[in-house]
């Protein structure tokens, strides 16, 4: 397969076609067995043929830019506008591309029956902040300093494992020495030190990615009223790692119903979240549906026997057990 020098690929250009390549794309051409050949730089014209059905897939698939929800849904798409090509004749060809492909595909080497997957992997050491690098980004973990985690880059996301086990999971960042902070690898420090937990970027980069609801805020606002700021921080932050076990969606409705019934308190809370359902909102009464009939019928309750504590004996009795 013929390659321009693509820096995942190459990572010097020698004399002449030969290239000092990458481990990952020698192990990557490895596994499905085919040899790469590199253009020289500068000289379009040795990969003229691909350069203009690049341009024409761009201009007939990804003009104008395509929207998708994910980049699964997006890979489906492309490869189904690679389909529709099947039915187009390239060039001065007799014969459409799939009937040619099909022509050409006994000619092929099976492909292998294990995937290869694309992702980078390295070690790197926690720094003093509790992040790891990956490239020139950072990325937070649970992890304490000074522990050797592993880090596996893929095209959607970054997995940072420790010990055979996956510690953390980030969406992957494209841009350029930032720092992607999860509010959770920080709940124990934040913990010890409540005061920091208002300015902290780890809350500030929720408050943008949506994770940090209303109800939040103003839940936390009323735990720090009736508790102090201190205080009220560390029940919130409480909360929160309970959010971490029994989902955020559930602490969502449990701070929410809290509010709604007018109560402050964080033993609340952790009862809606692990006793109650989701929906805790009883059913609105319509008054007409109310009889007065019903009520004035009720039977009154029976208070004769409460009379008995009033009878010599019981009084003495009463004193016996409490000494």
Same mark, same amino acid.
């Given at each position: 397969m013929r390659y321009d020098n693509l820096s995942s690929a190459v990572?010097?250009?020698l004399r002449g076609r030969r290239r000092e390549e990458t481990d990952r794309f020698i192990a990557?051409? &490895?596994?499905?067995?085919?040899? !790469? &050949? $590199?253009? #020289?730089? =500068?000289? +379009?014209?040795?990969? +003229? =043929?691909v350069e203009g059905e690049a +341009?024409? $897939?761009? /201009?007939?698939?990804?003009v104008p830019v395509p929207q998708a929800s994910s980049l699964a849904t997006f890979n489906e798409s492309l490869l189904e506008g690679c389909r529709k090509d099947f039915s187009r004749i390239i060039g001065e060809r007799e014969k459409i591309a799939g009937e040619m492909f099909k022509l050409e595909q006994p000619h092929l080497l099976p492909l292998q029956s294990e995937d290869f997957e694309l992702a980078e992997e390295y070690f790197r050491k926690v720094n003093k902040q509790g992040c790891v690098q990956a490239g020139t980004n $950072?990325?937070? #973990?649970?992890?304490? !300093? +000074?522990?050797? !985690?592993? %880090?596996? %880059?893929?095209? &959607? #996301? %970054?997995? @940072? *494992? *420790?010990?055979g086990r996956l510690v953390a999971e980030h969406p992957r960042c494209y841009g350029q /020495?930032?720092? @992607?902070?999860?509010?959770? *690898?920080y709940l124990g420090a934040l913990e010890r030190k409540p005061g920091a937990m208002a300015g902290s970027k780890p809350l500030r980069q929720w408050r943008e990615d949506g994770r940090w609801r209303a109800a939040y805020d103003q839940f936390w606002s009323a735990l720090q009223s009736r508790h102090g700021e201190s205080d009220g921080t560390r029940m919130m932050i409480e909360l929160l790692q309970l959010g971490r076990q029994c989902g955020y969606d559930r602490l969502s409705a449990a701070l929410e119903e809290a509010i709604r019934i007018g109560s402050s308190d964080a033993a609340v809370v952790r009862y809606l979240m692990t006793t109650s359902p989701i929906n805790w909102a009883p059913a609105p009464l319509d008054p007409g549906e109310i009889k007065r009939s019903e009520f004035s019928t009720r039977p009154l309750p029976a208070i004769a026997t409460y009379d008995q504590l009033l009878s010599q004996s019981a009084q003495s009795l009463v004193k016996e057990v409490a000494q």
């Open positions: 990572k010097k250009v990557f051409r &490895s596994h499905w067995q085919f040899d !790469a &050949s $590199f253009c #020289t730089p =500068g000289k +379009g014209h040795e990969k +003229g =043929g +341009g024409f $897939f761009r /201009r007939n698939h990804l $950072f990325y937070s #973990t649970p992890l304490r !300093a +000074g522990l050797e !985690a592993r %880090v596996r %880059v893929l095209p &959607s #996301t %970054v997995e @940072i *494992h *420790h010990q /020495r930032k720092q @992607i902070l999860d509010l959770e *690898h």
